[in-house]
């Protein structure tokens, strides 16, 4: 896909490797010093909690293999422009204070949980149940970083499809806990793993993502899903995910991803006009103030 961004010519292309570690070392191998930036998706390279962040020992193996070109998980963003949107949609007009967000992991998506609190939201955290099986719903975010001290050194170098569906996982879906997905007004997270333990009706929901294809708006829209909200914009039929965004960020900015300030990346976002995609999918009358 090409996309021009500020004057620049980018070329963006979307490789899988459907969960094959080797074949993904292969690839960063041949493509490294060929590109200027690579986005890691389907993984992170860091877990965050505050001002905790946790390198994930196995997907940090991975990447070393890289020696010229820099590779960026979207981590930045997540902290920085996700932690906006739910601000964001409460001056569009949607009501959220008040409302219970299910976050499927606070760890992985920190900036968007506060952000949510921030605005009004009861959170239920799903790290606990949705990534180690543990039936535990966190509802303060303080419980989550003060267990992320706690059990992060140890989590951290499991293998990363044991934190995280990879491959072929990531296409299958097998409820787990929809008494969570019930009492809950918003579904929040990362869409694999909303796609991955969601149960086959969210009526009214709103489901709180990013990268979607059109596929995935379909199926929601069966499950009865009111809004979505995907904080990246789309491009191409698709909402792409931080990942990407950060890794053209990293290349307009010619920086490596260490030397460039948070607030570098929220003036970027400023000067695009980069907003939110707002979908209605059904009866939104609840939602507005």
């Known amino acids: 896909m090409e996309i021009e961004l500020l004057g620049c010519h980018f070329l963006v292309e979307r490789i899988g490797v459907d969960g094959d570690k080797k074949k993904f070392v292969e690839l960063l191998k041949e493509l490294d010093g060929q590109v200027d930036c690579f986005g890691l998706g389907g993984a992170d390279l860091y877990l965050r909690a505050g001002k905790y962040r946790y390198e994930v020992v196995d997907v940090a193996r991975l990447v070393s293999v890289l020696r010229k070109t820099p ?4 981590g930045e963003l997540k902290e920085t422009w996700e932690r906006e949107v739910p601000r964001y ?10 409302r219970t967000a299910l976050i499927m992991s606070g760890m992985d998506r920190y900036g968007l949980a506060e952000g949510l609190w921030q605005v009004g939201c009861r959170l239920l955290i799903g790290d606990m149940p949705f990534a180690l099986g543990i039936p535990i719903f966190l509802r303060r975010l303080w419980t989550l970083r003060f267990l992320s001290v706690l059990m992060m050194p140890v989590l951290r170098r499991l293998p990363i499809d044991v934190l995280y569906p990879t491959g072929k996982e990531q296409e299958r879906t097998t409820p787990r806990f929809p008494w969570a997905f019930e009492q809950s007004d918003i579904v929040a997270g990362d869409f694999l ?4 333990f969601m149960p086959e009706k969210l ?4 489901v709180l ?4 294809t059109p596929a995935d708006v379909d199926d929601l829209k069966a499950r009865g899903v009111a809004l979505l ?4 914009p789309e491009m191409g039929g698709r909402s792409f995910g931080t990942n990407v965004l950060q890794a053209m960020f990293v290349a307009l900015l010619e920086k490596r991803p260490e030397d460039i300030a948070p607030g570098e990346y929220l003036a970027l976002l400023r000067e695009l006009k980069i907003r939110p995609r707002i979908v209605t999918l059904g009866e939104v009358g609840s939602w507005k103030t």
């Open 193 to 196: 793993y909303i796609r991955r």
């Open 71 to 74: 590779i960026v998980d979207g």
């Open 209 to 212: 993502t990013n990268t979607v």
């Open 229 to 232: 909200v995907t904080t990246t």
């Open 89 to 98: 949609l409460e001056e569009e007009g949607f009501r959220l204070r008040g």
């Open 203 to 206: 009526p009214g929901k709103m």
